[in-house]
């Protein structure tokens, strides 16, 4: 760490070690906003792209000869059998299923799901014996699921919830990225997100190597030609990624500033509190890393000021 006269001024830190725990002291223990439960643009749009299909799959519901009633529906509406994979949580049209592996041999059969115009009578017994297995036919004829369209947007919300994990470190730009545009607007700094070796050349004719094919900063900041490049993330939970996050960002370090640039890492999240050594270990070897609390006090806005 670049010990600097500010975190006496900021935060009242005479040390390496005391700036180090004031920053565990000041972890964020969340960011999570109403954006990251369900997103529902993307949720909505996904379910109309099928909403006439799945009102016209809900003639079957209650039907008692639903296979017979699912084949009429078929040849008087075929466009209907691009909504099937959702209704068992799938976003491919193409299955390869496993129908038999007795006698050393695994026997696979295929069923192709993309919007056709007219189906031939063994396309549609297909289609049958595909819904009939997955259990869905099942469901209509007896009422357990009572409409279809409110069924599938269930689905979509589901679905939906595996992007929170993305979601949290969008959340995590989203926040650093108003708090330097911020700064940024104060101050008269150039600013970058999403920067690339590219742009940051073509718009500031400023030189950067990079360390792999499509490395791209979260932020760069220039104060007359003096260089920031910025990453940001959070972690609300262990695991081994805060390990590697960690030690990559050591390497980072090293070799931007090898090429007369800064780089300054900003990162929160109660994560942290239970993988101390290897945060300690970046910590004491680049020279600022931030989180959250710094930079809203700001201790950022006054490193890329005083140009340290």
């Given at each position: 760490?670049?010990?600097?006269?500010l975190?006496q001024?900021?935060f009242?830190?005479c040390n390496?070690?005391e700036v180090?725990q004031?920053f565990?002291?000041?972890?964020?223990?969340?960011?999570?906003?109403?954006?990251y439960?369900?997103?529902?643009p993307?949720?909505?749009?996904?379910?109309?792209?099928n909403?006439i299909?799945l009102n016209?799959?809900n003639?079957?519901?209650?039907k008692?000869?639903i296979?017979?009633?699912?084949?009429?529906?078929?040849q008087k509406?075929?466009?209907?059998?691009?909504?099937?994979?959702?209704?068992?949580?799938?976003?491919?049209f193409?299955?390869q299923i496993l129908?038999?592996?007795?006698?050393n041999?695994?026997n696979?059969?295929?069923?192709?799901?993309?919007?056709q115009?007219?189906f031939f009578p063994q396309d549609i017994d297909d289609?049958i014996?595909?819904?009939?297995?997955a259990?869905?036919?099942e469901?209509?004829?007896?009422?357990?699921?009572?409409s279809?369209?409110?069924y599938?947007?269930?689905?979509?919300?589901?679905?939906?919830?595996?992007g929170?994990k993305?979601?949290?470190?969008t959340a995590?730009e989203?926040i650093v990225?108003s708090?330097?545009?911020?700064i940024c607007?104060e101050?008269?700094?150039l600013?970058?997100?999403?920067a690339t070796s590219?742009?940051?050349?073509?718009?500031?004719n400023?030189?950067v190597?990079?360390?792999k094919?499509?490395?791209r900063?979260?932020f760069?900041?220039?104060n007359?030609?003096?260089?920031?490049?910025?990453?940001a993330?959070?972690?609300g939970?262990?695991?081994?990624k805060l390990?590697?996050?960690?030690?990559?960002y050591?390497?980072l370090f090293?070799?931007i500033?090898r090429?007369g640039h800064q780089f300054i890492?900003?990162?929160?999240g109660l994560g942290w509190?239970?993988?101390?050594h290897?945060?300690?270990?970046?910590?004491?070897h680049?020279?600022?890393?931030?989180?959250?609390n710094?930079?809203?006090?700001?201790?950022?806005?006054?490193l890329?000021?005083?140009?340290?």
């Amino acid at each position: 760490m670049k010990y600097s006269f500010l975190f006496q001024n900021f935060f009242n830190c005479c040390n390496e070690s005391e700036v180090f725990q004031y920053f565990q002291d000041t972890l964020t223990d969340s960011i999570t906003g109403w954006h990251y439960f369900v997103d529902w643009p993307k949720v909505l749009d996904r379910f109309r792209e099928n909403e006439i299909y799945l009102n016209a799959l809900n003639y079957l519901v209650g039907k008692e000869d639903i296979e017979n009633e699912f084949r009429y529906l078929l040849q008087k509406m075929p466009q209907v059998v691009r909504a099937i994979p959702i209704l068992i949580a799938c976003r491919t049209f193409n299955f390869q299923i496993l129908i038999d592996y007795t006698n050393n041999n695994f026997n696979y059969k295929s069923f192709n799901f993309r919007n056709q115009s007219l189906f031939f009578p063994q396309d549609i017994d297909d289609i049958i014996e595909f819904t009939k297995n997955a259990g869905v036919l099942e469901l209509f004829k007896n009422r357990t699921i009572k409409s279809i369209p409110d069924y599938v947007l269930g689905i979509e919300v589901g679905l939906d919830s595996n992007g929170r994990k993305n979601r949290g470190g969008t959340a995590m730009e989203i926040i650093v990225e108003s708090l330097i545009t911020a700064i940024c607007e104060e101050n008269d700094f150039l600013f970058i997100p999403q920067a690339t070796s590219e742009n940051i050349k073509k718009q500031w004719n400023i030189d950067v190597e990079v360390d792999k094919s499509g490395r791209r900063f979260d932020f760069a900041v220039n104060n007359q030609n003096h260089l920031y490049l910025i990453e940001a993330n959070f972690y609300g939970g262990t695991g081994s990624k805060l390990k590697s996050t960690a030690g990559e960002y050591k390497s980072l370090f090293d070799f931007i500033s090898r090429q007369g640039h800064q780089f300054i890492w900003i990162t929160d999240g109660l994560g942290w509190k239970r993988t101390l050594h290897p945060l300690e270990e970046t910590f004491k070897h680049i020279d600022y890393t931030l989180n959250l609390n710094m930079v809203v006090d700001g201790l950022l806005g006054e490193l890329i000021a005083q140009q340290l």
